[in-house]
């Protein structure tokens, strides 16, 4: 086998095999090239080229969210490494682990006026779990300190960060080692699966008459069903999802802002819960966050293995566990309570329902109308990938097939990197993926197309409404200059060109038979990644769903 000559990088590649590290994102540069000889050329690992970084480290996020283990981003030196920070950051507050090794000038070389060099080290301290800052010559104290990094991106599910010096030659190459790397084995943390002290906590549980449950993001069938439906059939509680809970039951309230937007103040007192439990990741619902700011709960309880983000600035205890096992041990040691807590919010809710079925049946095309159309037509069984903005949120308002599991990036909510997401899942995964996007987030990611791993059965679904479309319906629009410039950022392109570029099959749709016609070609084959690219009224849009709140009483 051929190794870099150099012996630090070595050690890198040698521990990152030991401990289990397979999928190496490399983005090309010089300063990096002892590793790129290594990693690419050894079999233990299967390496990516991505030229973009800021795309390369999403697309490993992508991977490392669907295979729940660590990916590794591999960079030169200088600016190339910040590229890296939207990702590390969404991969920080999303817990995806996420390995990021730069390659670096030696210490001597920094701030001296050499090209292509910046202050490396601990360049991500706010959004890292751990920095390793290697020195240049390959050590015992490397090896402990690139080990500590792998091990903790796994236990604490986050980005960390391995800066390794390296002086030139880069590109000398040996047949054999030159090093023994020290590998070292730390004991993965087994979580309690009994609640301390539950006696209070069932007392609590037991008297009160309004609970309230809110799910964000949250991984498919890590609920077992038993506690589903303990936790749907007691009448004195009110559970609330989302399009990224992948949690399901005919009994849970599915669109949060399709029941409490038209509340007024006596609905939201007679709403406002005693206990909330809250699991999953970050909410997307700026609705429920407003409710729940202001009618605060007496007792508010997160369920996480790691954080507890007092998000309604009423938190009063964090349950250090995996939330099927805080339910089923508190579920098996509590009883129903007399209340009519859930039954008066589902019969609004299914009335809800009916009003929004009413009023999607007669509106004109638009937003609202096509992903009505496009997610009722999702492959079953498929992975649905969402990108920021009003994309994530038209789907809240939308029921989604129980066998689509849907992701999207909502640890900083950024629309920087959703392509390159998506792609990365795609790939990690190994499913029928269909990425949903709006044009402005789609064009600001459009490099993570320039990727030769595209899957041929990646779909694009682009919903073009020519301009930031979510700033419509935000307070403060008004049709001025300043407006369409500078917030909504309104344009006239499309995406036919770049689809061309890097052969996309490419389909467009501007009115409901179009669409439907185009749905149906979309799905009709595999033998090319596609972009179905959907054009809909910039100027009727946000009148469209603004009215459907209105509609809803």
Avoid at 411 to 431: F, H, M, P, R, Y
Avoid at 449 to 466: D, E, H, R
Wanted: aromatic residues 10%.
């Amino acid at each position: 086998m051929i190794y870099p000559k150099i012996a630090l990088a070595q050690s890198i590649i040698e521990i990152c095999s030991a401990k289990g590290i397979t999928n190496i994102i490399i983005s090309p540069g010089s300063r990096n090239a002892p590793l790129t000889i290594g990693f690419a050329q050894n079999p233990n690992f299967k390496c990516y080229s991505i030229a973009d970084e800021r795309c390369a480290a999403f697309f490993a996020l992508g991977i490392a969210q669907q295979t729940k283990l660590p990916t590794a981003i591999v960079c030169t030196s200088g600016s190339a490494l910040l590229n890296y920070y939207p990702a590390v950051a969404e991969a920080f507050y999303s817990q995806i682990p996420l390995i990021v090794i730069s390659a670096d000038r030696p210490q001597s070389k920094i701030d001296i006026g050499d090209g292509q060099t910046i202050r490396q080290e601990n360049v991500f301290r706010n959004h890292a779990v751990f920095n390793a800052n290697l020195v240049e010559e390959a050590s015992v104290e490397n090896d402990l300190k690139i080990n500590k990094a792998i091990e903790t991106a796994i236990l604490q599910k986050g980005p960390v960060h391995i800066n390794a010096p390296f002086e030139e030659p880069l590109y000398e190459t040996v047949e054999t080692l030159s090093v023994t790397s020290k590998i070292t084995h730390s004991e993965e943390i087994i979580g309690t699966k009994i609640i301390e002290n539950i006696a209070d906590f069932v007392s609590v549980w037991n008297s009160a008459k309004k609970k309230l449950i809110v799910v964000g993001v949250n991984e498919a069938n890590s609920i077992d069903q038993e506690v589903i439906e303990n936790l749907a059939n007691d009448p004195s509680i009110v559970v609330l999802t989302e399009t990224t809970s992948n949690l399901h039951h005919p009994n849970f309230i599915n669109s949060i802002d399709t029941l409490i937007t038209p509340f007024e103040e006596i609905d939201f007192k007679a709403f406002q819960p005693e206990i909330l439990i809250t699991f999953g990741g970050m909410i997307v619902s700026k609705r429920i966050k407003a409710f729940l700011r202001k009618y605060k709960p007496k007792e508010h309880w997160h369920i996480d293995t790691l954080r507890a983000y007092d998000t309604f600035g009423a938190l009063t205890q964090h349950f250090v566990m995996q939330p099927n096992d805080f339910f089923t041990d508190l579920l098996t040691k509590t009883t129903f309570a007399a209340s009519s807590y859930f039954s008066i919010i589902n019969e609004i809710y299914d009335l809800r329902k009916i009003r929004r079925q009413e009023y999607l049946d007669k509106i004109s095309f638009s937003d609202f109308k096509v992903f009505e159309k496009v997610i009722e037509t999702l492959p079953v069984n498929s992975q649905l990938q969402i990108s920021n903005s009003s994309a994530i949120r038209y789907a809240q308002l939308i029921d989604i097939d129980e066998s689509i599991e849907v992701f999207c990036n909502r640890g900083t909510s950024g629309i920087d990197g959703s392509t390159s997401t998506a792609i990365g899942a795609s790939v990690g995964s190994g499913k029928q993926t269909v990425f949903i996007t709006g044009d402005i987030s789609f064009l600001y990611d459009s490099n993570a197309l320039w990727n030769a791993y595209v899957p041929k059965n990646f779909k694009i679904i682009l919903i073009n409404n020519g301009g930031g479309g979510i700033f419509r319906i935000l307070p403060g629009h008004e049709e001025k200059p300043v407006f369409n410039t500078y917030f909504e950022t309104s344009h006239h392109l499309t995406a036919e060109h770049l689809a061309k570029m890097y052969k996309m099959n490419y389909l467009s749709a501007s009115d409901e038979d179009s669409l439907a016609k185009s749905i149906e070609d979309l799905y009709a084959t595999n033998d090319e990644p596609a972009i179905l690219e959907i054009f809909t009224p910039t100027f009727e849009n946000d009148v469209v769903l603004k009215q459907y709140f209105k509609e809803l009483i």
